[in-house]
């Protein structure tokens, strides 16, 4: 459900380490998900998606894997840097109708040097 | 290629004033179209989507309207602005019967004084 109403989470790291970030989803029937970052005063920017007949995609530096029995997403960073600091949110396409994605509440990811 | 204006990029109202914020879509006919709202360190919060010119639906009992009058052009209103209005306001679009993830705004920063 929605938790717009609560203080976003923060996962603290060193620069050079990998982050995870993690997400639990809603729906069973979601076939298709994205990750989004957010910096300061932005609006959130795409980073990689995955579809349901999958359950790992990489990209540049990122990693995203699937695990439909649990309804788990992660997203993994390689070697973060300073320029990875914003708000990660994930979010869920549920299929059919107009295509209505429901985002989770985000997780802020700080990187210290 | 499709790109999404979103304007003013702040905005400082004084309580019981009106509100306008217009945000518009090129590269693209019959997008769906979206509102959402951020208070600050929290998640989004879905105000009102559009399916077609004409066609609103509201997410959440509020304040505030939205307004389709043209194919790509979606506005968000209000008469009275409450104190409680204040937030970072962001429009996004996603093609109708493709599974994408939304491309959002730049965002709108609204302080109610």
């Known amino acids: 459900g929605e938790s717009v109403g609560l203080h976003l989470p923060t996962l603290s790291v060193q620069e050079g380490d990998n982050s995870i970030i993690n997400c639990a989803y809603s729906?069973?029937?979601?076939?298709?998900f994205i990750w989004y970052k957010q910096e300061s005063g932005k609006g959130p920017q795409f980073i990689i998606d995955?579809?349901?007949?999958?359950d790992k995609r990489q990209g540049q530096r990122v990693t995203v894997l699937l695990n439909k029995t649990v309804k788990h997403l992660s997203l993994q960073i390689a070697a973060t840097q300073p320029g990875d600091s914003a708000v990660y949110f994930c979010?869920?396409?549920?299929?059919?109708?107009?295509?209505?994605?429901?985002f989770g509440a985000g997780t802020r990811l700080a990187v210290h040097p | 290629s499709q790109t999404i204006h979103q304007w003013p990029a702040t905005l400082v109202q004084p309580v019981g004033s009106p509100l306008s914020l217009e945000c518009t879509v090129e590269?693209?006919?019959?997008?769906?179209l979206y509102w959402y709202r951020q208070a600050a360190g929290r998640g989004l919060q879905l105000l009102f989507y559009?399916?077609?010119?004409?066609?609103i639906s509201s997410e959440v009992p509020q304040n505030l309207s939205a307004s389709r009058p043209q194919d790509r052009q979606f506005i968000l209103s209000s008469k009275k602005l409450l104190l409680s209005d204040s937030g970072f306001y962001l429009c996004?679009?996603?093609?109708?019967?493709?599974?994408?993830?939304?491309?959002f705004g730049s965002g709108t920063r609204l302080t109610v004084v």
């Open positions: 996004a679009w996603n093609e109708v019967q493709k599974n994408y993830g939304y491309t």
């Open positions: 729906n069973s029937a979601s076939d298709y």
């Open positions: 995955i579809r349901s007949n999958m």
């Open positions: 979010a869920e396409n549920l299929s059919g109708g107009y295509n209505k994605l429901i």
């Open positions: 590269g693209t006919s019959n997008p769906n």
């Open positions: 559009s399916v077609g010119i004409g066609q």
